[in-house]
């Protein structure tokens, strides 16, 4: 049986991208298409001999969010134990470790509450809070470093891939770069919206994603 595979329904930024592009990669034949509105960094794009000028200016783009922002990276994926006991300890911790992406990651211009209600945000951090499951979203962090999970380091997806791109998402790859490693048949561009567009534009989202699957539901009833 085949289906469909889309990034939104997973609620964690590029962990969906991530699960949806590893099922992709790994059950190419099960799968109608993917939907993404987050694609990695792409590090072999680095290596290219001659970057057009767009991809140029993504990567000196992407230079001072690596300097300055990556930090949780690094801690997430090497000494992620160290860091769960502290979150797991003190739910004011957990909620600061949250909230500071949503203010940065967000089309909130800094001001959270723009984009999030204080009823949004507790809901998020209670999920983690209750459950106990911040060490677990911690994993694909430490895979990445350790396994084979990177989307950069896959073969080529042939699977047909939609993209939707927000303009405050913090990775915005080219066209041309995500074309080296996913099948793209759709690349719509948004004016609002960042990384948790699911909650930021839930409407624009669901639309595109309804846009691109339903000649797939056609083709399903044939």
Request: overall charge positive; hydrophobic content about 40%.
């Amino acid at each position: 049986m085949r289906c469909w595979a889309i990034s939104a329904l997973l609620r964690k930024g590029g962990y969906r991208a991530g699960v949806t592009a590893r099922l992709a990669a790994v059950y190419p034949e099960r799968l109608y298409g993917i939907h993404l509105n987050f694609i990695g960094m792409l590090r072999h794009a680095n290596q290219q001999e001659s970057p057009t000028a767009e991809e140029k200016r993504y990567l000196e783009e992407l230079q001072p969010w690596l300097t300055e922002e990556t930090g949780y990276q690094w801690i997430q994926g090497t000494k992620s134990q160290t860091l769960v006991y502290g979150l797991t300890d003190s739910p004011v911790g957990l909620a600061a470790w949250i909230v500071e992406k949503f203010r940065t990651w967000s089309d909130c211009g800094r001001e959270v509450e723009r984009c999030f209600s204080k009823d949004d945000i507790l809901t998020d951090v209670m999920l983690y809070w209750v459950t106990g499951a911040i060490n677990a979203s911690f994993w694909p962090y430490y895979t990445r470093r350790h396994g084979d999970w990177d989307l950069a380091s896959s073969r080529r997806i042939e699977v047909p891939t939609a993209y939707i791109a927000f303009p405050r998402e913090f990775v915005r790859p080219p066209r041309s770069m995500a074309e080296r490693v996913l099948n793209i048949q759709r690349w719509t561009t948004m004016e609002r919206g960042g990384h948790f567009a699911a909650l930021e534009q839930p409407e624009a989202l669901a639309a595109d994603i309804r846009a691109f699957f339903r000649p797939f539901r056609a083709e399903q009833r044939l």
